[in-house]
Antibody
Framework: QVQLVESGGGLVKPGGSLRLSCAASGFTFSAYYMGWIRQAPGKGLEWVSSISGAGSFTNYADSVKGRFTISRDNAKNSLSLQMNSLRAEDSAVYYC??????????????????WGQGALLTVSS | QSALTQPASVSGSPGQSITISCTGTSSDVGAYDFVSWYQHHPGKAPKLMIYDVSSRPSGVSNRFSGSKSGNTASLTISGLQAEDEADYYCTSYTSSSTLGVFGGGTKLTVL
């Protein structure tokens, strides 16, 4: 069965860096777009980033562009999110998700069919 | 502030029907039939319940239905059951971003 397991969350000071990882199993990882979606405390969900199956195409939310980098290692069935210059407003539970459908020239993710349990990032001094 | 507007909470008794609204703009909900709904039980992974406004993924109960009128999409749950108590999020394709936009979420309480 499909499993997505995030790791790497924790407490970081403002301006610091952290790398989240997501271990995928139960499906052909390289065949799917993947993404990161976050939920800040008491807030709704927010797309953070997505990446194509081969890693060639990436999308980022304006709020993280230039600070976060999404990547994948298809040989290891692993998805990562490198987060730099962290801010208090980046504090959230970060979910790894498998994208089931994309659309348009910009490869916009439409739906996700599997999610991990989430990794908590707290940015605080 | 979330891009799509949902009521913070709705409630209903077992067996009743409830509807959750999701209001966007002519750049997202109003312009495209790419509205999806997710059910999220705290501590668990969100689950896709509706896609393309009104389509149900395999395995999702037909008690869940979706619709759209203008800039507002709706999720209706009929025959409410205790297990339906969860947070519900709408999401839509938007022409103003390379990623989708979510609503702020609606907490459903089954009385």
């Amino acid at each position: 069965q499909v499993q997505l397991v995030e790791s790497g969350g924790g407490l970081v000071k403002p301006g610091g860096s952290l790398r989240l990882s997501c271990a995928a199993s139960g499906f052909t990882f390289s065949a799917y777009y993947m993404g990161w979606i976050r939920q800040a405390p008491g807030k709704g969900l927010e797309w953070v980033s997505s990446i194509s199956g081969a890693g060639s195409f990436t999308n980022y939310a304006d709020s993280v562009k230039g600070r976060f980098t999404i990547s994948r290692d298809n040989a290891k069935n692993s998805l990562s999110l490198q987060m730099n210059s962290l801010r208090a407003e980046d504090s959230a539970v970060y979910y790894c998700a498998r994208v089931s459908r994309i659309t348009g020239a910009a490869n916009v993710p439409l739906e996700t069919d599997y999610w991990g349990q989430g990794a908590l990032l707290t940015v605080s001094s | 502030q979330s891009a799509l507007t949902q009521p913070a909470s709705v409630s209903g008794s077992p067996g009743q029907s409830i509807t959750i609204s999701c209001t966007g703009t002519s750049s997202d909900v109003g312009a495209y039939d790419f509205v999806s709904w997710y059910q999220h039980h705290p501590g668990k992974a969100p689950k896709l319940m509706i896609y393309d406004v009104s389509s149900r993924p395999s395995g999702v109960s037909n008690r869940f239905s979706g619709s759209k009128s203008g800039n507002t999409a709706s999720l209706t749950i009929s025959g409410l059951q205790a297990e339906d108590e969860a947070d519900y999020y709408c999401t839509s394709y938007t022409s103003s971003s390379t990623l989708g936009v979510f609503g702020g979420g609606t907490k459903l309480t089954v009385l």
